[in-house]
């Protein structure tokens, strides 16, 4: 398969936690940056986090503190754990990879991702 293919989301009660999943392929996975994406009905889609190929991670601020972005390489996984959700983190989830690493400045912007998942829907409830 070459579409990362996202699963762990759910409804979960304000103050909980979730962790999602991204099972990628080994072709796209060996050399990618991985992040994560969402969008909430009526927003537009909007990055959360991202890791690149040397591991170092980056985060929106609406999330930092709060969320983990990892990868694990040996399994082409990566992973979002969310802690203390709020009801505004309410989305669609999606994950994305890129070909090739990318540079910091660009972990953030849609367009330099070239596969992307189906999504996952999170739920928070207040």
């Known amino acids: 398969q070459v579409q990362p293919v996202e699963s762990g989301g759910g409804l979960v009660q304000a103050g909980g936690s979730l962790r999602l999943s991204c099972a990628a392929s080994g072709r796209i996975f060996s050399s990618s940056a991985m992040g994560w994406f969402r969008q909430a009905p009526g927003k537009e889609r909007e990055f959360v986090a991202a890791i690149r190929w040397n591991g170092y991670t980056y985060y929106a601020d609406s999330v930092k503190g709060r969320f983990t972005i990892s990868r694990d390489d040996a399994k082409n996984t990566a992973h979002l754990q969310m802690n203390n959700l709020k009801p505004e983190d309410t989305a669609a989830y999606f994950c994305?990879?890129?070909?090739?690493?990318?540079?910091?400045?660009?972990?953030?912007?849609?367009?330099?991702?070239?596969?992307w998942g189906q999504g996952t829907q999170v739920t928070v409830s207040s």
């Open positions: 994305a990879a890129s070909r090739t690493d990318l540079q910091a400045m660009g972990v953030a912007r849609q367009r330099n991702y070239d596969y």
